[in-house]
């Protein structure tokens, strides 16, 4: 499980350095603090690590793995789902409206993050999910119409996640600009904006790629839970 390049491990790499005082466990396996989100890592495919990882999730629980490759599945642990993603990287970020007004999003704004991320579902999005780096948004009559923001931080990279619009408030390019005030930022720290899309989802990529995004790799996704005898699950890990 040696990577080629820093973000075949995005989560392994976010959370074993400058984002490693958010995450349980160490050494073997990492996983994010569950308030602030699902993701977890193994350091390797040996039985030690599987053994880790699948120490740190509970009966209750799950964790998502995001890996170049699926590793073999820890033990008592199953699939509950997975799938590939496109994994998309920028050099450069070209502004489609650089005038859009948006505004940075605070604590206060908390609870109506959860509930626009809880509505449109852009990914996993925990209470405390938006603490993970810098949100904005766009509110339209006090309302939040759409948000933006960081999530994942392997050194020199940081992902752009939560990208979402209200249904009332599509249409209008508001995921677009902010996708690209929020990469444009990274860049301009002297890091690389990344983010993760499902490939059936064209639109969103089309609009990433007119952002400057581009296809750097397909990432497999995979959500792993404890065996139950009560609900049968799929037992194979997904290969992109």
Known sequence: MSPDHPLDRPVWGALTSRQAHLARGAGR???????FGPFAAAADASPESLAALAALVAEDDSVALI???????PPGLVV???GALNQM???EISLKDPRRAFTALTEDDAAEMFALASLTEPG???????QL?????VKVDGRLAAMAGERMKPTGFIEVSA???HPDFRGRGYAAALTGVVAARILARGETPFLHVYPHNTAAIAVYEALGFCLRREMTLSVLARDSDDEPRAKIALCG
């Open 29 to 35: 396996a990492v996983r994010l603090h569950p308030a």
């Open 67 to 73: 890996e170049a490759c699926a590793q073999p599945l």
């Open 80 to 82: 509950e789902r997975g």
């Open 89 to 91: 990287i920028a050099a």
């Open 124 to 130: 996993p999005f925990a209470a405390r999910t938006h």
């Open 133 to 137: 780096g810098d949100f904005i948004g």
């Open 163 to 165: 990208v979402c619009t």
